[in-house]
């Protein structure tokens, strides 16, 4: 089996799509899928099928698209030579791999809910979280090089947002806000390794599209200015920030927090002549020092 949700949903049995197209079915995989090898609760299904309103026959029609998703598993397995063995490969019995599985085996019924067995199969998700908790370690032992590279193989799973092709309910949209907050912590300690190694100028294209597209995000912004003015471009490190500084105050009420307005007094204070240095050691102080 292989599980996709870093993008467009997708959930291969014997490199056989088991992906339904009608959009009830398709909510009930992905939320399997997201949460492979452990129990999905029947009200959480529920809930994301119908939004806290279900009909009467909640329980029936549920039941019923698990058995569509059985009837896709069924096939994929193949029946005999063709199937799944219980090690999560194809392959009969007679290789001596162990029993073939069945649909039910894959999509089980379990007390208060289903799994999803995945046979210990890949997911771009277990993969995203394994390399990104790699490089937060990296970037704790002060390894940045291994932090950048890590933390660029763990973005690169990403095919666009998650779940892109589901129309989703209550449960797979915060489920998908979790997942692309996971994605931005990424993101920045990617973006964040690479400035102490000295890359300002490399992710000055990069930071300029990221600045527009998370207009309140402080530590994006954050890392624009610096990068900006080790690159000798005080004045639009500046403008970065009254930028941030008048979207904040439109939008939300609020003023740009203390670590990004010692920045700005730093940068201020250092002046346009101010050399470019490495960048700092502490994580939670690189905001408030530009040298």
């Given at each position: 089996?292989?599980?996709?949700?870093?993008?467009?949903?997708?959930?291969?049995?014997?490199?056989?799509?088991?992906?339904?197209?009608a959009?009830?079915p398709?909510?009930?995989?992905?939320?399997?899928?997201l949460?492979?090898?452990?129990?999905?609760?029947?009200?959480?299904?529920?809930?994301?099928?119908?939004?806290?309103?279900?009909?009467?026959?909640?329980?029936?029609?549920?039941?019923?698209?698990?058995?569509q998703?059985?009837?896709?598993?069924?096939?994929?397995?193949?029946?005999?030579?063709?199937?799944?063995?219980?090690?999560?490969?194809?392959?009969?019995?007679?290789?001596?791999?162990?029993?073939?599985r069945?649909?039910?085996?894959?999509?089980?019924?379990?007390?208060?809910?289903?799994?999803l067995?995945?046979?210990?199969?890949?997911?771009?998700?277990?993969e995203?979280?394994?390399?990104?908790?790699?490089?937060?370690?990296?970037?704790?032992?002060?390894?940045?090089?291994?932090?950048?590279?890590?933390?660029?193989?763990?973005?690169?799973?990403?095919?666009?947002?998650?779940?892109?092709?589901?129309?989703?309910?209550?449960?797979?949209e915060?489920?998908?806000?979790?997942?692309?907050?996971?994605?931005?912590?990424?993101?920045?300690?990617?973006?964040?390794?690479?400035?102490?190694?000295?890359?300002?100028?490399?992710?000055?294209?990069?930071?300029?599209?990221?600045?527009?597209?998370?207009?309140?995000?402080?530590?994006?912004?954050?890392?624009f200015?610096?990068?900006?003015?080790?690159?000798?471009?005080?004045?639009?490190?500046?403008?970065?920030?009254?930028?941030?500084r008048?979207?904040l105050?439109?939008?939300?009420?609020?003023?740009?927090?203390?670590?990004?307005?010692?920045?700005?007094?730093?940068?201020?204070?250092?002046?346009?002549?101010h050399?470019?240095?490495?960048?700092?050691?502490?994580?939670?102080?690189?905001?408030?020092?530009?040298?």
């Amino acid at each position: 089996m292989d599980i996709t949700v870093l993008g467009a949903l997708a959930v291969r049995v014997n490199g056989v799509s088991i992906t339904p197209t009608a959009p009830k079915p398709r909510q009930v995989l992905a939320l399997l899928a997201l949460h492979a090898d452990q129990v999905v609760p029947v009200s959480a299904l529920t809930e994301e099928l119908w939004a806290g309103k279900p009909p009467r026959s909640a329980r029936t029609t549920l039941q019923t698209y698990v058995l569509q998703l059985r009837a896709m598993i069924s096939t994929a397995l193949g029946g005999g030579e063709g199937a799944e063995t219980a090690d999560g490969t194809g392959g009969a019995d007679g290789a001596g791999r162990g029993p073939v599985r069945t649909a039910k085996d894959v999509l089980v019924t379990l007390p208060g809910g289903y799994l999803l067995d995945s046979g210990g199969a890949a997911s771009d998700i277990r993969e995203f979280d394994r390399l990104a908790g790699m490089g937060y370690r990296a970037m704790d032992a002060g390894d940045f090089p291994g932090a950048a590279r890590l933390l660029r193989e763990a973005l690169a799973l990403w095919q666009g947002p998650a779940f892109a092709d589901v129309q989703g309910g209550a449960q797979l949209e915060m489920e998908t806000r979790r997942l692309e907050e996971s994605r931005l912590c990424a993101l920045d300690q990617r973006i964040d390794a690479d400035i102490r190694l000295g890359r300002h100028r490399e992710l000055l294209a990069e930071l300029t599209v990221l600045a527009s597209r998370y207009r309140t995000h402080e530590n994006l912004h954050g890392q624009f200015m610096l990068a900006l003015h080790r690159s000798g471009r005080r004045g639009e490190a500046l403008d970065v920030y009254q930028r941030l500084r008048a979207t904040l105050v439109r939008e939300q009420g609020l003023e740009p927090s203390t670590a990004l307005r010692a920045l700005q007094r730093s940068i201020l204070m250092a002046g346009p002549e101010h050399p470019v240095k490495p960048a700092p050691d502490a994580t939670d102080t690189r905001l408030a020092r530009v040298g």
